[in-house]
T-cell receptor
Framework: GENVEQHPSTLSVQEGDSAVIKCTYS??????FPWYKQELGKGPQLIID?????GEKKDQRIAVTLNKTAKHFSLHITETQPEDSAVYFC????????????FGAGTTVTVRA | GAGVSQSPSNKVTEKGKDVELRCDPI?????LYWYRQSLGQGLEFLIY????????KSGLPSDRFSAERTGGSVSTLTIQRTQQEDSAVYLC?????????????FGSGTRLTVV
């Protein structure tokens, strides 16, 4: 099955700086790559996703890049704010079972004021 | 309701007991998923329901785990003869259909502790 590795496991950044989280996947057939944010005591929330026919996608301060050749994708958060502190998960899925997500182990991001 | 509702939010049980976890999906969502989140690990797929189709049970870790979805809405995850390694947060999610285009909406989870 698909194996998704995520780095780093923890990340501390100064408010206003950028944060980058990287994930690699093993199955070249994977074609959907979402990112979820989980705040304490809550379920994960989808923040951005990218499909294999796109190399980059942006939504305000958040961007995701995908390198299909290298089988890795990254989340970039610019101008970090205290409310960005959370656990972030990357995931991947492949057809025909694209409803079934394989998740990375998560990155705990702390934004220092 | 406005979101995916799970109950109970916390459950402490003795080893060997059976437990039932409940998930109430967003109204109109035909797809429902259960995932398990163990401490310090990512989410692990357990089971998927889509409409009246046969569920995908490929992620259930053992025959002690079962799930059902009644009337295409509420789902119950049952763990029989609980073991300490079953301790985790069990997350339920729903989506408008089984196509991943729609993304998941997760509930807040049930934290299960087996003592």
């Amino acid at each position: 099955g698909e194996n998704v590795e995520q780095h780093p496991s923890t990340l501390s950044v100064q408010e206003g700086d950028s944060a980058v989280i990287k994930c690699t996947y093993s199955d070249s057939a994977s074609n959907y790559f979402p990112w979820y944010k989980q705040e304490l005591g809550k379920g994960p929330q989808l923040i951005i996703d990218i499909r294999s026919n796109v190399g980059e996608k942006k939504d305000q301060r958040i961007a995701v890049t995908l390198n299909k050749t290298a089988k890795h994708f990254s989340l970039h958060i610019t101008e970090t704010q205290p409310e960005d502190s959370a656990v972030y998960f990357c995931a991947a899925s492949r057809p025909p079972d694209d409803y079934k997500l394989s998740f990375g182990a998560g990155t705990t991001v702390t934004v220092r004021a | 309701g406005a979101g995916v509702s799970q109950s109970p939010s916390n459950k402490v049980t003795e080893k060997g007991k059976d437990v039932e976890l409940r998930c109430d999906p967003i109204s109109g969502h035909t797809a429902l998923y259960w995932y398990r989140q163990s401490l310090g690990q990512g989410l692990e797929f357990l089971i998927y329901f889509q409409g009246n189709s046969a569920p995908d049970k490929s992620g259930l870790p053992s025959d002690r785990f079962s799930a059902e979805r009644t009337g295409g809405s509420v789902s119950t995850l049952t763990i029989q003869r609980t073991q300490q390694e079953d301790s985790a947060v069990y997350l339920c999610a729903s989506s408008l259909s089984g196509a991943i285009n729609y993304g998941y909406t997760f509930g807040s989870g049930t934290r299960l502790t087996v003592v």
